[in-house]
Each structure stands twice: as C-alpha cells, then as structure tokens.
C-alpha cells in the first residue's frame, strides 16, 4: 500500500510539472520573475506608504488650512469695511497681485531676479531638479527654450551625480577597509588580514557606508542651517526643514534662499550657497542611492518570505488531498477486472465489506486482477479451488482482505 501511494504521489507531481510547463509556455507573462515580482511588490509598498502618508499629514494639516481661510476671509472683509473698498474690487485686485509673481514681483523688494547671478541661480535650481518656483520665465521664447535646456542639462546633472556617488563609494570604502585593517592588526590577525586583502573576500557592509553618508549629510545640513538661520532670519528648525527640501531636490519654495536685497552685495554668501547646494545635493542623492539598496534587500527577503509561506501552504494541502479524496468518494464502489479471460460470463454479486459497496467477481486459481479505481490503489489475487458443489456462502467467505489485499473474481463477459 506504501507502495502505491508513493507511486501515486509521483504521477501526481509529475502532472502538475506539466501543467506547469504548459502553463508557462501558454503564459509566459504571468509567471513573473524575482525581479518583476520585486517591481510589483514595491509599486504596492509605494501605493501604501502614500496612502498612509496622506492621511497623516491631511489629518495634520487640514485644520490649519481651514483655520486659514476663515482668517484670510475675515481679514478681507473687515480691510473692505475699514476703507470702504469693494470686496470684489480687492478680490481681484490680488488675482492681479498673483499673476505678478510670476515676473518676481514681491510686496517687498528683492534681490533682481533676471541679472547674471539671479539667472544663474535659475539655472542651477534648473539643472539639479530643485524647482523651487520662485522665479520662471515668463515669455514664451524663455518658456520654450526652458524645455530643451532642462532636457539636456537634468540629463547631465544625473550623469554627474551617478559618478560623483562612484567616487564617494570608492572613497568610503577604502576608508573602511583601512579602518578593518588596523583594528585587525591590533587585534593581533595581521596574517589573516593579508590572506583576506590578497583574495578579496573582505567588502565593506552596506548599512557601514550608509551610516557614514547619514552622518555626512547631517553633519552638511546641520553646517548649512547655521548659516542660513544667521543670513537669511529664519530658525534653526526652519533653515534644517529648507535644507532637506532643497537637498532632497523636492523644493517646495515656500523658503528659498538668497532672495533678500541686501543679499546682492554679498558675494561670499551666494558662492557658499551654491556651493553648500551642490555638496548637499550630492551627498543626499548618494544617501538615497544607498538607502534604496537596502530596501530592495528587505523586498527580496520579503519575496522570499512569502514564497516560503505559499510552498508550505502547497505542501500541507498536497498532504492533506487524498485525505478529502477519500471523504469525497468513500460511496463510491471501486470496479475490478480480472486479467484472465479463461472464465467470463459467470454471475457477478455485489456484497459489502467495511461498510463500503464493492464488486467481487468469481475467479480461477492464480487468478491476478487490478483495479480501475483511482483511490483504492490495490491488487486482486484470488487463490481458491472451484467446484460445482460449493455455496454462495462459502465463496463469498473465501474473498477477504489481507494487509489492502483483495480476493476478487473475474469479470463477466458483458462488462469487458
């Protein structure tokens, strides 16, 4: 009996590799690889983590934005009241003020927007994909021209960065190693430490260079907030928030710096900008570079926790199959059929045994027959003498179970 289950669990696997490979042939683009898997598992993570953050920040930020526009339309009202200007005459008096934003106008003067520096600032907010909307063409010559400059001037920025973050990863990991190879040499592992340099096996961890450009960043941002809390007024929580949205090239411009008028004389102060831009940007970029590494680990470890899942999920209902077979179908008799064609046509009887319907079929010394039921799995042998003078009774004693062992007879020649 051991026997033929293990038999039948073969059959069984090998059908279900080829539907497998039928399946996958048919369908190839269903059956997705790691990678596509990977893609998929974080266009979903992604889709989550955004839902998540906007109900957070709506359920932080929607108070105050609704606070504000009662307050903006009592102010309105109470300056028409005061000065007897029409409300609708004030209201679009300052759409008028919104559309001259654009151009750089500002209830207080500035910096000029368009001259050398205050174009060059443009491009460079351009190039590094800050954006911070302060200042934009307003023609449409400039408009135009914008788009084929940024093409080409984003692409390269990109090149620049991705080798800048080579160097930076080469520089970190050099450092590293001459890091592991002191510690190694005062632990007093020199020998090893030479085996392990001349083969190579020794690499620098990744959550090793990512703290070091975490501490890099921090220790730029932190520098740079110093300064543009003391240039431009702002706090120190406010200079810290400017410089990650303009690191992380997100520039929401609701702070931007060097647009002050007294800012124009001071030409120490735009190179240090510029120059703190640059490192920032650089150095977040390659902190994100490195971050992004580490979660596609945590996704692959994801992937393969769930693999793990879904295989143990399959072999438990593989096991537990024929157990629901054998519910499903336990009223269902099994048919046999004897192999020798010497006797046919004799009477078929139906008796029971162990309470399941079963067929038994008279059958000749040595006789061997097998059955057609998918779920028995036994083998038929009858090994009994025939003789005209013996009962019902007395045949039907003879055929009995033996260790899933059948004693059956042969088929009639009506069911062959």
Request: a neutral charge.
């Amino acid at each position: 009996m051991t026997l033929k289950h293990t038999k039948k669990r073969k059959r069984l696997q090998s059908l279900q590799v080829t539907m497998k490979k039928d399946f996958t042939c048919c369908c190839p683009s269903l059956i997705p690889s790691r990678e596509t898997a990977c893609f998929y598992l974080l266009c979903v993570l992604i889709a989550l983590y955004m839902l998540a953050g906007a109900a957070i920040f709506s359920s932080l930020e929607r108070p105050a934005e609704l606070k504000a526009h009662q307050l903006w339309e009592k102010r309105l009202r109470d300056f028409s009241h005061e000065h007897n200007v029409s409300y609708e005459d004030l209201k679009s008096l300052l759409r008028h003020y919104e559309e001259a934003r654009t151009a750089g106008i500002r209830t207080e003067r500035g910096r000029a927007l368009w001259d050398i520096p205050g174009a060059f600032y443009f491009v460079g907010t351009v190039v590094s994909t800050i954006g911070f909307g302060v200042t934009a063409p307003s023609t449409v010559t400039g408009k135009v021209l914008l788009v084929f400059y940024g093409l080409l001037g984003c692409s390269a920025t990109i090149l620049f960065f991705n080798l800048f973050l080579e160097r930076v990863i080469t520089l970190l990991s050099l450092l590293i190693f001459w890091c592991h190879r002191k510690r190694m040499g005062h632990s007093g592992q020199e020998g090893r430490d030479s085996e392990d340099e001349r083969n190579g096996e020794w690499k620098p961890s990744v959550y090793q260079v990512t703290l070091i450009l975490f501490v890099a960043v921090l220790l730029v941002a932190c520098g740079a907030a110093s300064l543009y809390s003391a240039m431009e007024g702002w706090t120190y929580m406010e200079s810290l928030y400017f410089c990650f949205v303009a690191f992380s090239t997100v520039g929401f411009g609701d702070f931007v710096s060097c647009q002050r008028e007294h800012h124009e004389g001071t030409w120490a102060y735009q190179v240090a900008n510029c120059l703190l831009m640059l490192l920032g940007v650089c150095c977040t970029y390659s902190l994100f570079n490195i971050i992004s590494v580490i979660i596609k680990q945590g996704l692959n470890l994801m992937l393969k926790t769930l693999a793990w899942m879904y295989s143990g999920i399959n072999h438990n209902r593989l096991q537990l199959r024929p157990l629901f077979k054998l519910c499903f179908t336990a009223s269902e008799p099994p048919i046999f059929y004897c192999e020798d064609d010497t006797l046919r046509g004799q009477q078929v009887q139906a008796v029971s045994s162990s309470g399941h319907g079963m067929m038994w079929h008279s059958c000749v010394p040595n006789a061997i027959g097998k059955c057609l039921c998918d779920e028995a799995q036994v083998e038929t042998v009858c090994q009994r003498e025939i003789g005209s003078g013996i009962s019902a009774k007395q045949e039907q004693d003879n055929c009995s179970h033996e260790k899933n062992t059948v004693y059956a007879r042969p088929l009639p020649t009506w069911l062959n």
